[in-house]
């Protein structure tokens, strides 16, 4: 579904990703691995148009993302889950949940997908009415994930989706994600709680200073040594 090749990005004279090149098979539920400033936010926003390459190829379902404006990148059916979650805090819950699809044709199924998102995420219809700023952290991630549901994608990107949640919550987040993916959406996960992450993911890569160092099944990776020593905390 997703392949990237040969990918290299530059913040001005600072080469932040080295000729990374990776897949995302439809169905599947990757991982992405490493320190901070390894280089994951950056590849994720290359993916969804936030960033230009250097040079190097993403390629979506074989059509080429990296001159296609984000909004239309939306269109042919991936959508983000940033880092941080930006909700709208203003506006309700709902009207967040609908400015998800705004790039969407079929505006008649708003309303069962709305009814889908609130299966997923009860609390959400709970607080349809609430100002998005009023709830917690946790209910704001949730809210993000179902923002970007609402666009109808083939495959989600998720960048840390359980920074700064309790142990409880982290729980609750990662046991919809693979809600989300046994639905038929492909995940694309960057995850600083590694051991949760491998723990869901088919396949995963580790980054390090904007260099792909390991990649194999989750399971293989939460077995290998060197990423218990480096990630695992053992």
């Given at each position: 579904m997703l392949e990237i090749k040969d990918l290299r990005i530059s913040y001005g004279m600072i080469e932040a990703i080295k000729g990374?090149?990776?897949v995302v098979n439809d169905g599947e539920i990757i991982t992405l691995i490493g320190a901070n400033g390894a280089g994951k936010t950056t590849t994720m926003h290359a993916i969804s148009g936030l960033l230009k390459p250097v040079s190097g190829s993403i390629l979506l379902n074989g059509t080429e993302l990296t001159r296609i404006p984000p909004h239309r990148i939306v269109s042919l059916g991936l959508?983000?889950?940033?880092?941080?979650?930006?909700?709208?805090?203003e506006q309700t819950v709902e009207e967040n949940l609908v400015l998800g699809a705004y790039a969407r044709k079929d505006k008649e199924h708003l309303n069962e997908d709305l009814?889908?998102?609130?299966?997923?995420?009860?609390?959400?219809?709970?607080?349809?009415?609430?100002?998005?700023?009023t709830l917690s952290g946790g209910e704001q991630q949730m809210l993000a994930m179902g923002r970007a549901l609402m666009?109808?994608?083939?495959?989600?990107?998720?960048?840390?989706?359980?920074?700064g949640l309790s142990p409880l919550?982290?729980?609750?987040?990662?046991?919809?994600?693979?809600?989300?993916?046994?639905?038929?959406?492909?995940?694309?996960?960057?995850?600083?709680?590694?051991?949760?992450?491998?723990?869901?993911?088919?396949?995963?890569?580790?980054?390090?200073?904007?260099r792909i160092t390991l990649s194999g099944t989750g399971e293989e990776l939460a077995q290998d040594e060197r990423v218990k020593s480096a990630y695992l905390g053992g």
């Open positions: 990374i090149s990776f959508a983000q889950v940033p880092e941080g979650r930006r909700v709208f805090a009814d889908s998102v609130f299966s997923l995420f009860p609390r959400l219809m709970e607080r349809r009415k609430q100002p998005s700023g666009a109808k994608p083939s495959i989600l990107l998720l960048d840390e989706p359980s920074m919550l982290v729980s609750e987040i990662f046991h919809i994600i693979e809600e989300i993916n046994k639905k038929g959406t492909t995940v694309l996960l960057v995850e600083q709680n590694a051991k949760r992450a491998l723990a869901i993911a088919d396949r995963a890569y580790v980054l390090e200073t904007g």
